[in-house]
């Protein structure tokens, strides 16, 4: 389930994982319903507000590689945790009316040697009629909106310190982020990412996919979203919540998107089997 970007076409795209989806706001952790855009998720009327810039600039350099590194634990983390994902996008008339629905529910396990392995266990026909699920929206549900930047994948990227917010109870660096250049067939993120000032990891994420795709008479657009992360286990900040509630400019005319994904019940992954070891055996008395 990677990233949801939307094409006019009319064959819908069938990922083998994505989930059921309630539209109101879910129960987010502290952070989520004070400092979204617009009380919840940003529209294409609303963006998030310019973070305080007052404060003196500390050693960006420095941050930038504590929390590279620091996503890099986290990218190795979540491989060991299973979850259910769920999924839901709606096509919306101007007046919020809802027009079709894609939904899929599945349950995610990570292998320790990172083979992914996707069960649904939810998913009634889609009713789209407008757009469709793409192969690059599977792509980015899945390495995008839940977007990680790895020391790894610093040098791909342009990162500049708009300064430091307070989010709910947490104090946070603010970057701004875009690809340096767009390699062909790669995808990345732009953007704001919010960073935890105590345990150096990203908390919060606002942008969206890049690029949209315009050729051979095909249109592939992608919204912006917002995910939010929460700390799983006393250590590790996980996504529980993406939404998306944007409108996309086709040549054939506008389509508004409602897009809500949930991130539930993180577990450790860890081994049912267990080999133990007996008392040593004595070797039998010897023939005569």
Known sequence: MPGVSWTRARNLFLAGSMAVLVLEQPRLWAVAAQDSPGGAVASDAQTPSPPAVNAPAPDTQEIIRRFAAKEEEFRKA??????????????????????????????????????????????????????????????????????????????????QYQGRKKVDELSTYVFK??????????????????VDDRDFQIVKTYGKAVPDIRKNGQENLFPRFETYREQIDGKYWFP??????????????????????????????????????????????SKP
């Open 78 to 159: 979540r491989d060991n945790y299973t979850y259910r994902q769920i999924i839901k996008v709606q096509e919306l008339s101007p007046e919020g009316d809802v027009g079709g629905t894609y939904e899929v529910d599945s349950d995610i396990i990570f292998t320790p040697q990172g083979q992914r392995i996707e069960k649904v266990a939810y998913a009634p026909v889609p009713t789209l009629r407008k757009i469709s699920v793409s192969p690059e929206d599977e792509r980015d549900l899945r390495s995008i909106q839940p977007f990680v930047l790895t020391t790894d994948d610093l040098p791909k990227y342009n990162i």
């Open 240 to 285: 529980t919540w993406t939404g998306a509630d944007d409108t996309l400019y086709f040549s054939t005319g506008s389509q508004r998107i409602r897009m809500i994904v949930r991130y539930e019940n993180y577990k450790q992954f860890r081994s049912t089997i267990k080999v133990t070891y007996g008392d040593e055996v004595s070797a039998p008395p």
């Open 177 to 194: 982020v875009g690809p340096k250049k767009l390699e062909k067939g790669e995808r990345y993120f732009e953007g704001l990412v919010w």
